[in-house]
Structure formats: C-alpha cells, structure tokens
C-alpha cells in the first residue's frame, strides 16, 4: 500500500478532499479520480493486456492547464497513454480522472471522435457526387410560370 501514511489531496476537488488509500492506489470518493504510482499502474495495464507492449508514459505538455500532486503540490506534467492525456508527479505518481483507469485497463484509448480501425468495419461510403442536378433542380424553382 503506497500511501498508506500519507494525505493525498485530490487534484481534481482540492482544496479540502482527500484521496482514500486503497489496495494499489489512493481514491477519491467525490470525483472518482485515481492516483497511483507509475510502475503499479503500468502494471496494472500491461496485467489487464498480456499482448500489449507498454513501456512508458510518453510526457508532451501541450499548454492545458495543470494540475498540483495530491501530494507534493508541485505542478504535475502531462503524460500520454496512446490518446489518453494523465497527470503525472515525477516523484510520486499519476491521476486519472473518473473513468479513465477503466480505460486504460481496457486499452479504450482513441477519443470517440476518432474513427476507430476495424478490419470488420465497412468502409465510409464516398459522399455522393455533385453533378450539378441539384442546382438545376433549385434554379428551375425560380422559373417564371406564365399561366
Ligand atoms: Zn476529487
Ligand atoms: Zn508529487
């Protein structure tokens, strides 16, 4: 247990919630964010999926807003799971927000505006042609009737 004697505040809710230690990590119970150390997590990833080569967070601080350890208080740096964008104390460990633990044991790490590559997947269909008909069809509504 990492941080059994330690106060861990959240990052997410701060200033007065603190994270519950659990077995391999420290929770909050208001936000659902979780914080681990970096080799439990990553062994946490690499357990859930034995065919999957995980070897680092990749860190690329891309200007958002960043947030303090909930436990040193420094301002972590941006870490990237494939497409999921973690906090990370270089001393103390990683925050992910609700949900994103379950999505990174579950290797769900392309953003859902991304398609997502499927060898099962039609392929789009091509955006039909502009053959000009249309605008026929609205300049003939134009036509003066003579009747
Ligand atoms: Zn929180
Ligand atoms: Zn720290």
């Given at each position: 247990?990492?941080?059994?004697?330690?106060?861990?505040?959240?990052?997410?809710?701060?200033?007065?919630?603190?994270?519950?230690?659990?077995?391999?990590?420290?929770?909050?119970?208001?936000?659902?964010?979780?914080?681990?150390?970096?080799?439990?997590?990553?062994?946490?990833?690499?357990?859930?999926?034995?065919?999957?080569?995980?070897?680092?967070?990749?860190?690329?601080?891309?200007?958002?807003?960043?947030?303090?350890?909930?436990?040193?208080?420094?301002?972590?740096?941006?870490?990237?799971?494939?497409?999921?964008?973690?906090?990370?104390?270089?001393?103390?460990?990683?925050?992910?927000?609700?949900?994103?633990?379950?999505?990174?044991?579950?290797?769900?790490?392309?953003?859902?505006?991304?398609?997502?590559?499927?060898?099962?997947?039609?392929?789009?269909?091509?955006p039909p042609v502009d053959d000009g008909t249309a605008m026929v069809a609205w300049m003939n509504s134009f036509t003066i009737r003579h009747d």
């Amino acid at each position: 247990m990492p941080f059994r004697n330690v106060t861990l505040t959240c990052p997410s809710c701060r200033p007065h919630t603190t994270l519950t230690a659990q077995e391999s990590g420290a929770q909050c119970g208001t936000c659902r964010g979780w914080f681990f150390d970096e080799p439990t997590l990553l062994e946490r990833i690499r357990k859930a999926n034995p065919g999957r080569r995980l070897d680092e967070l990749l860190e690329h601080n891309d200007g958002t807003q960043r947030r303090p350890c909930p436990i040193c208080h420094t301002t972590m740096t941006i870490v990237w799971f494939e497409f999921l964008q973690l906090d990370r104390c270089d001393i103390h460990g990683v925050w992910l927000d609700r949900g994103e633990l379950d999505r990174a044991l579950a290797w769900d790490v392309v953003p859902p505006n991304l398609p997502r590559p499927s060898p099962a997947m039609p392929k789009p269909e091509a955006p039909p042609v502009d053959d000009g008909t249309a605008m026929v069809a609205w300049m003939n509504s134009f036509t003066i009737r003579h009747d």
